[in-house]
């Protein structure tokens, strides 16, 4: 079964460009996490999306970014302008959602690679 | 609010020391607890899991027991091996809701042979 796929693995930036990255989950998984690891910090939840809706945003600074997964599949998350403190490692995580079968066990959250941003 | 305090690193250790890494949680309900696992180039991968109270997660000779009177969730392994070396943070995902994971700092430990 093929995992979480993240690209770009890496990417740097100056401040106030904009950049994207991408996440396609795991088959079949119907809920999609966008989350930001600051160096030396544990993930923080950004966006959770349902499908193609979202459940959770409140941590997201909208002022700059913003994500969308329009067919329930794919993600992109964008932010534009990009600030010094953006710099972390975004990560995109799916799971296959308490709608499927409700149990505890459907929430299981599967992590891709991540990528790097490093903005200058 | 919910929250998740682990211990301090980095942790070094010898090949064959006993690891404990600390995790108490801040929460309402009765979240699930999860260790995640993060070696060196690698995404997180879940570790162990527990679901509800005095549940004891397992994997990889890792264990973790949920206790809600102490509210903590304390990694252990009886013997290490220098490929343990990662960095392992604790989580929590809070009871109803949706189930996004609140995470610890994580601690980074190093296994020397």
């Known amino acids: 079964e093929a995992g979480v796929a993240q690209s770009p693995r890496y990417k740097i930036i100056e401040k106030r460009q904009s950049v994207a990255f991408w996440c396609n989950p795991i088959s079949g998984h119907a809920t999609l996490y966008w989350y930001q690891q600051i160096l030396g910090q544990g993930p923080k939840l950004l966006i959770q999306?349902?499908?193609?809706?979202?459940?959770?945003d409140s941590q997201l600074p909208k002022d700059r970014f913003s994500a969308e997964r329009l067919k329930g599949v794919d993600s992109t998350l964008k932010i534009q302008p990009a600030k010094l403190e953006d710099s972390a490692v975004y990560l995109c995580?799916?799971?296959?959602?308490?709608?499927?079968?409700?149990?505890?066990?459907?929430?299981?959250?599967?992590f891709g690679p991540g990528t790097r941003l490093t903005v200058t | 609010g919910n929250s998740v305090t682990q211990m301090e690193g980095p942790v070094t250790l010898s090949e064959e020391a006993f690891l404990t890494i600390n995790c108490t949680y801040t929460a309402t309900g009765y979240p699930s607890l999860f260790w995640y696992v993060q070696y060196p180039g690698e995404g997180l991968q879940l570790l162990l899991k527990a679901t509800k109270a005095d549940d004891k997660g397992s994997n990889k000779g890792f264990e973790a027991t949920y206790r809600k009177e102490t509210t903590s969730f304390h990694l252990e392994k009886g013997s290490v091996q220098v490929s343990d070396s990662a960095v392992y943070f604790c989580a929590l995902s809070p009871q109803g809701g949706s189930e996004k994971l609140v995470f610890g700092k994580g601690t980074k430990l190093t296994v020397n042979p």
């Open positions: 999306f349902q499908n193609n809706g979202v459940v959770d």
């Open positions: 995580a799916s799971s296959l959602g308490g709608g499927v079968s409700g149990t505890r066990t459907s929430y299981e959250q599967y």
